[in-house]
Nanobody, 127 residues
Framework: QVQLVESGGGLVQPGGSLRLSCAASGITLDYYTVGWFRQVPGKEREGVSCISSSGVTTNYADSVKGRFTISKDNARNTVYLQLNSLRPEDTAVYYC????????????????????WGQGTQVTVSS
């Protein structure tokens, strides 16, 4: 049974930082692209970042470039998303997803390309 479990969300003040984790079981992330998405109630899901199976290729939404960093630890079968300089508009439920596909540096895979999803972790940025 495949599971993706996100953790690390919480309440943080504007300008603060969080590190989200996405721990996988039942699959080996060495062979999977992993993406982070976020969603606010009433709005469409937004792709935030993605990382290739090797960890070499990454991509970011324009809204988070320079503030968020995605990384991968294949030994721990875990992907991380470091969130820095957080803004109130970053408030959302953050989901990770995994899929057995590749992508290029010019590509930002949509959610429909992923096979497995986590349950989400809430990030709230507020003073």
């Amino acid at each position: 049974q495949v599971q993706l479990v996100e953790s690390g969300g919480g309440l943080v003040q504007p300008g603060g930082s969080l590190r989200l984790s996405c721990a996988a079981s039942g699959i080996t992330l060495d062979y999977y692209t992993v993406g982070w998405f976020r969603q606010v109630p009433g709005k469409e899901r937004e792709g935030v970042s993605c990382i290739s199976s090797s960890g070499v290729t990454t991509n970011y939404a324009d809204s988070v470039k320079g503030r968020f960093t995605i990384s991968k630890d294949n030994a721990r079968n875990t992907v991380y998303l470091q969130l820095n300089s957080l803004r109130p508009e970053d408030t959302a439920v953050y989901y990770c997803a995994a899929g057995p596909f590749t992508f290029s540096a010019d590509d930002f895979p949509g959610g429909e390309e992923y096979n497995y999803w986590g349950q989400g972790t809430q990030v709230t940025v507020s003073s």
